[in-house]
């Protein structure tokens, strides 16, 4: 394929993709197909001579389409949002386009002073504290990673080390300890076992906030049994039900522990870039890590994770001695260093273009609005008697149907089974809620009110019978 055909190519993919998102909310959200079915439909091995990118487009229509769950239509409502915009769609396309991989700053000037800038712009417009500027004259700064799981997990390897590392003495793995909530992202459980750091997981109080006299609680009783606290992972925004963690009480039992304090914001810290939401993040002053996907709320097409150090100097200190050599002209932030792949893609490009074409103001209004249509649900489910409302915070909300859990657990499978709409069931203070979390960018009011009249309708049939 030479430049001309590309410029046919590319062009005939970005109408594809326009008319694609121009009519998602036509498409059924939950596809029909049966596990196995691309079996059948593909060949056993891949072609011997090339094909025409045409004929790809059509088997995409015949083959991959109907497999889809669309997760940009509007009746999307389950997990968390996964950013998608057409200027993150274009720096996508641009960053892999020019292509070439990040490591030092003379691999590729503009690719690493860029991500240096993009950090500093998304730490003042969030209000994040000023010793994660990389610009700062200090320890701290940050650089984007590729997911909340590996930034926890890079935050938990660096908590050990650093434990190792004030101690004086490697700590055998069977002594270590750490502790995040019973509501965390299962990752944060993950990040234990991949670091052989047992997470304790604690119960958080009655909304879903774990708090300092549980955590201080489980401290002096590992302590006691000669067990050695080494980090903290605490969360803004649980992927059940957005609660938030009390992270003053939490840093300052970590401080006077001298604890590690890891904060997972993967999906609320967008909500940051609005002053009126910032109250709920007291305490971030005295965090050591913070951690928030602009791949989820702000904008920015998957990968982009951007994690900051208040300290840089453990992280960096996990490196060979070859990487530690390889160092950055004057004093430039070493970011190559504080992560666990050698090489970088150049994915602040996508967030220079989703930060410039949007502007803070203009993602500052679609969280607003995602807030109001998720606030709006809830006073339609509060203004039918048959239902509640149990949790709302941000743009994810839990209802159920008043009564025993089986008819939740009806609803929901009927929802499921329905395929119109997608939510899904959730555990909340032992009883069956069903979450609903504003996804979509496309969701307009109408949408929240087809969605719950849908849910509604279902519900009808469970409560006649
Ligand atoms: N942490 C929280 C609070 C989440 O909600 C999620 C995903 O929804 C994750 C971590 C995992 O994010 P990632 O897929 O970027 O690893």
Redesign the pocket.
């Known amino acids: 394929m030479d430049c001309d055909e590309f410029r046919k190519f590319g062009k005939f993919a970005v109408d594809y993709l326009a008319n694609y998102l121009d009519t998602i909310r036509e498409k059924q959200v939950l596809s029909g197909v049966k596990p196995g079915y691309l079996e059948e439909r593909l060949p056993k091995r891949s072609p011997q001579n090339g094909e025409h990118w045409k004929d790809i487009f059509e088997d995409m229509d015949k083959h991959i389409v109907p497999g889809l769950t669309h997760w940009h239509s509007p009746s999307f409502h389950a997990?968390?949002p996964t950013a998608n915009s057409f200027p993150g769609i274009i720096g996508e396309l641009m960053l892999s386009g020019i292509g070439g991989c990040t490591t030092t700053w003379d691999s590729n000037p503009a690719s690493y002073e860029l991500e240096l800038k993009m950090m500093d712009w998304l730490v003042k417009m969030m209000g994040l504290p000023e010793y994660f500027l990389n610009s700062f004259d200090g320890l701290g700064g940050g650089c984007i990673q590729n997911?909340?799981?590996?930034s926890t997990l890079l935050a938990l390897l660096t908590a050990k080390h650093r434990l190792s590392k004030i101690s004086g003495q490697t700590i055998s793995d069977k002594f270590l300890v750490a502790y995040s909530s019973k509501e965390a992202?299962s990752?944060v459980e993950k990040a234990g076992l991949l670091a052989s750091v047992p997470m304790r997981l604690l119960e958080p109080d009655h909304n879903g906030s774990l708090r300092g006299d549980t955590l201080l609680k489980a401290i002096e009783e590992d302590k006691a049994k000669g067990y050695v606290p080494c980090c903290v992972i605490a969360?803004f925004?649980?992927?059940g039900t957005c609660s938030f963690d009390n992270v003053e009480e939490l840093a300052d039992v970590c401080k006077k522990q001298n604890l590690w304090l890891h904060i997972?914001a993967?999906?609320a810290g967008t909500s940051l870039i609005c002053p009126e939401f910032r109250p709920l993040m007291e305490g971030i002053e005295k965090v050591d890590s913070f951690n928030f996907?602009p791949h989820k709320w702000m904008k920015v097409n998957s990968d982009c994770?951007a994690l900051w150090f208040k300290d840089t100097t453990y992280v960096q200190q996990m490196n060979a001695d070859g990487d530690l050599k390889n160092k950055n002209p004057d004093k430039l932030p070493n970011i190559h260093l504080w992560q666990i792949p050698n090489s970088r893609r150049f994915r602040a490009l996508k967030l220079w273009f989703v930060l410039r074409i949007h502007g803070v103001q203009g993602l500052q209004a679609h969280v607003r609005k995602q807030v109001d249509l998720a606030r709006y649900f809830a006073d339609l489910v509060s203004s039918d008697e048959r239902f509640e409302v149990c949790t709302s915070n941000l743009g994810v909300l839990t209802f159920r149907m008043k009564g025993d859990d089986c008819l939740t657990k009806e609803l929901v499978e009927s929802i499921q089974r329905n395929k119109k709409l997608f939510l899904t069931p959730y555990n909340h203070n032992n009883r069956l809620v069903i979450r609903f979390v504003v996804c979509s960018s496309f969701t307009e009011k109408s949408d929240i009110q087809n969605s719950w009249k849908h849910i509604q309708d279902l519900g009808n049939h469970i409560v006649k019978r």
């Open positions: 997990y968390m997911s909340a799981s590996e992202n990752s969360t925004g649980t992927t997972d993967a999906y996907n994770s």
